[in-house]
């Protein structure tokens, strides 16, 4: 080093003058300097060369994340968890103007360097040290860029000045390190294609063969110049240039490329011209999702489930970390039963086409948005109905587009501030005088933390502009909204859609309007849940109505009259009026401010008397009133609602109770998920006997190990004498002429709420506890007429058809011949009623008659 640092001083000493020993001393110090950064960086590399970087043969072999699998309960794959779900293209498959884009944008001197491009290390060093930028882009190979994808930077967040720079220079050093042992294990055109096959393009597409597919709907080699340029600006930053969310700034980047492979002489003038003039079409893109493939509802939860779990401690790995079910290769070993799904989601979804086709008929030139709706109903309607609009892609890129600038400005100077449509709309109805501050936060339109900030904004400049921009955007997607436009719309067609023109208002009107459906399938002995369908479509519509809450109208009932039984010894047999009973603030253990006297399903009072099998048989409201007041409280049934799974101390999100203390949860005012219902009514076919429901039985890491098993949770809810009786009540219910046309035994209750907006039918079979619940997404999505509406018309039939489906397939194991556990010593005298199963009241025989009579003419008519 001393010889190379001499002749260089030889060398510039020659251009100054021999007398000049200041200037002498000075090149002497300025060389040495340089001898001394030279030896500084070459002893760097060496220290990293003996450090945990990676070997030539970890390079030969990189290690690429590792998807989960989903098992059902005879251990067949149905579903993934990945990052990368992608298909490697040869550098040969690739398409000549991916690789010309690439190199001309990402690395023009790609073939002349071994993996460190020296030119661009000075203006590399100047971000990274001077500016201080973590993402020193423009300075790296692809040789360098791919070392970052297969091997990832450590975070800064946190770290001072000093450290950040240093682990800046050591992350780059390692980088160059990687690249030129790459450049070592493979050619040239092996780095490049492994660069493109390793890319995350997001939305989905890993890898340049996936993201032509998801942003063209073709594959790579098909692409066009101008389409290829499109992914190679993605390559810079995928979210920034997002051609779906931000089209303005992904086509300027495009132009970009284009611009750089006519400087390098790939595109011709000609070429180029015509490349630039072309428009961003994004009409073939299409996501890859969980909406594919069996049970996809049912994936979707386990998603959240599994984030919960493996987020607890007891299930971290060995040194304390998360599992990530993404990339660490889990196995999840489900209760779900493939064929028990499979005939599940055929039967909901072709009855459910019925029911849509009655709907339709009924509401034929009728508007659900304004039918029979007051002012503050019609105003209630119209607001989510346009929140629902405007939850839409199309929307959410117009806003960014025209609004995005503003809002940018608002956020540097008043912090991170909720600025919501509704938040804009709050503040201007303030600044115009409609309202005031004190009004918008009391009703909780604005944040009570953010009314200061709320407030100076409304003063300053920035609003000025902010409204400006905000009625502009109105006024644009007022236009839009209203503008038919290409699209394609669910129905019940081969493939569940279908093309149509169509305006982005009707389109979210449209779908609005299909009709939804849950069925939740438990084996009542493990808790195991068989089959989960939580609606029509999932491609269409995500929202799962296993989990969502819903009033569950009379389906409750058997719950208040096995309390009366087991709490107050009310015999099966004892018989009540048919009249208006009412409970009132002078009623001790309801604690109601005002008498509360409900009428009837059909607002019709016999006068007749019932014993408990006839009242729960005919649903009688009055009944259950009665039997509530018998009782005193409604403390043993949400008591018992507790035991049976249903949580009673839970509270909703605004702050009210899931199970209520009033007496009107006797009926059904209560609103519960099918999870709930269906997981309590699994102790009628168990004798009493309640087992939380579960749907994982394991889990595995990647080598084996069980990392989690589900441990059966069971206590007895009920006395299994009053458990039996119930249980006859319910078998009752679906006997004689209106039993369910299947060879199961069974038993079951309907239940229907106001409006005919929700039908349940909770079914038990001995092997199998079966909830279904159908309705509309809004509650004016309903029928219009208790012989329309009610779960015996839109429920029910879903579960015959299920099990019809089940005794039809011998294969998929369903025992159709299974017995009800026998009942215990005593039943038979309690529920010795003389001919308490037979239908003597006149009244409810032409009733159930005309009902039966209905849904004959319904099928036959089908």
């Known amino acids: 080093m001393s010889g190379f640092i001499h002749k260089m001083e030889e060398l510039w000493n020659n251009f100054i003058p021999k007398d000049d020993p200041l200037l002498s001393r000075l090149v002497r110090i300025w060389w040495g300097m340089i001898a001394g950064g030279l030896l500084l960086v070459v002893g760097i590399f060496m220290l990293l060369g003996f450090s945990d970087l990676p070997g030539f043969e970890e390079l030969e072999n990189p290690r690429y994340d590792l998807s989960t699998t989903i098992y059902d309960v005879h251990g067949k794959p149905f579903g993934r968890y990945f990052v990368e779900d992608r298909t490697a293209v040869d550098y040969h498959a690739l398409s000549p103007h991916v690789k010309a884009g690439l190199l001309a944008t990402e690395d023009d001197r790609f073939y002349g360097h071994s993996g460190i491009d020296l030119r661009a290390l000075v203006r590399v060093a100047f971000k990274t040290l001077v500016l201080r930028q973590e993402h020193s882009g423009g300075g790296s190979t692809l040789s360098q860029q791919l070392a970052k994808l297969l091997f990832r930077r450590k975070k800064l967040e946190g770290k001072s000045g000093i450290s950040r720079t240093f682990a800046l220079i050591k992350t780059k050093l390692s980088e160059w390190i990687v690249a030129v042992k790459l450049e070592k294990s493979y050619t040239k055109e092996e780095i490049m294609a492994m660069y493109l096959n390793k890319f995350e393009f997001i939305n989905g597409a890993h890898g340049i063969e996936a993201a032509a597919n998801v942003y063209f709907g073709k594959p790579q080699a098909d692409l066009e110049v101008h389409e290829a340029a499109t992914l190679i ?143 503050f109903q019609k105003e209630l309607r119209k607001s989510m109905l346009e929140s629902q609009v405007k939850s839409s892609e199309r929307y959410l890129s117009l806003r960014d587009k025209i609004l995005g600038g503003a809002l940018k400005v608002v956020f540097e100077k008043f912090g991170p501030i909720p600025m919501s449509d509704n938040v804009i709309k709050s503040i201007a109805d303030v600044v115009q005088g409609k309202s005031t501050w004190t009004k918008e936060v009391g009703e909780k339109r604005l944040e009570s933390e953010h009314n200061i900030s709320y407030q100076k904004l409304a003063e300053s400049a920035e609003w000025e502009i902010l409204i400006k921009d905000f009625r502009k955007l109105q006024s644009e997607w007022d236009k839009i909204v209203q503008t038919p436009v290409p699209m394609k719309i669910f129905d019940y067609v081969e493939g569940w859609e279908r093309d149509t023109v169509m305006s982005p208002l009707d389109s979210v009107k449209w779908h609005r309007r299909i009709l939804q459906a849950g069925l939740l399938a438990i084996e009542p002995q493990s808790g195991h849940v068989k089959a989960w369908v ?58 109601v401010d005002k008498e509360w006297s409900p009428a009837n399903a059909d607002e019709r009072f ?154 349940w039918f909770m079914a038990v079979t001995p092997g199998l506890v079966i909830g279904v619940w159908a309705g509309g997404e809004d509650k004016w999505i309903r029928f219009l007429t208790l012989n329309d509406g009610q779960g015996y018309i839109t429920a029910r039939p879903i579960t015959e058809k299920f099990l019809q489906k089940l005794e039809a ?26 001919k308490y199963k037979q239908i003597s009241v006149e009244a409810e025989r032409a009733m159930l008659l005309r009902q039966k009579l209905k849904k004959e003419e319904f099928d036959n008519e089908f």
Not at 265 to 284: C, F, N, T, W
Not at 346 to 355: D, G, H
Not at 611 to 627: A, D, E, Q, R
Not at 810 to 829: H, I, L, W
């Open 233 to 375: 600006g993605m390559l810079k930053n995928p979210s920034l240039y997002n051609p779906v969310r931000f089209p303005e700034k992904c086509l300027q980047r495009r132009n970009v490329v284009l611009g750089l492979m006519k400087s390098q002489g790939v595109l011709d003038k000609a070429a180029y011209e015509e490349a630039v003039q072309q428009s961003l079409d994004m009409s073939a893109f299409a996501q890859t999702n969980q909406s594919e493939g069996p049970a996809p509802y049912f994936r979707a939860e386990l998603t959240k489930w599994l984030k919960t779990l493996l987020d607890q401690p007891q299930y971290r790995k060995a040194d304390g970390t998360a599992y990530n079910v993404y990339t660490d290769g889990l196995k999840i070993y489900t209760t779900l039963d493939l064929a028990y799904q499979k005939l599940a989601e055929e039967a909901l979804v072709e009855y459910m086409q019925r029911n849509q086709d009655r709907y339709n008929r009924v509401w034929k030139d009728k508007d659900p948005w304004t039918y029979e709706a007051d002012d």
């Open 606 to 759: 016999t006068g007749n008397k019932y014993n408990l099998f006839h009242g729960l048989l005919y649903s009688k409201n009055s009944i259950t009133v009665k039997l509530l007041k018998e009782l005193g409280t409604v403390a043993p049934v949400r008591d018992l609602l507790h035991n049976l799974g249903i949580d009673k101390n839970l509270r909703l999100a605004d702050g009210r109770l899931a199970v209520p203390e009033f007496p009107s949860i006797c009926l059904g005012a209560v609103d519960l998920t099918l999870m709930e219902m269906t997981g309590a009514y699994t102790a009628y076919a168990n004798s009493g006997v309640f087992t939380k429901p579960v749907f994982v039985s394991r889990i595995e890491d990647k080598n084996g190990k069980i990392i989690y098993r589900a441990v059966p949770d069971r206590k007895t809810a009920i006395n299994p004498v009053y458990n039996a009786v119930m249980l006859q009540m319910l078998r009752n219910n679906v006997g004689g002429q209106f039993a369910l046309s299947v060879k199961t035994p069974v038993g079951g209750k309907t239940g229907t709420t106001n409006d005919y907006a929700d039908g």
């Open 534 to 591: 939580g609606g029509v479509n999932h491609k269409y519509f995500k929202y799962d109505h296993v989990t969502m809450r819903r009033s569950v109208g009379s389906t409750i009932k058997p719950f208040v009259y096995t309390q009366a039984m087991a709490v107050q010894k009310i015999s099966p047999c004892q018989q009540y009026d048919d009249i208006q009973y009412s409970i009132s603030p002078s009623d001790p253990g309801f604690h």
């Open 809 to 834: 397939n011998p294969d998929c194991g369903y025992d159709p011949k299974a017995v009800f556990p026998t009942p215990p010593p005593g039943v038979e005298e309690l529920v010795n009623c003389g």
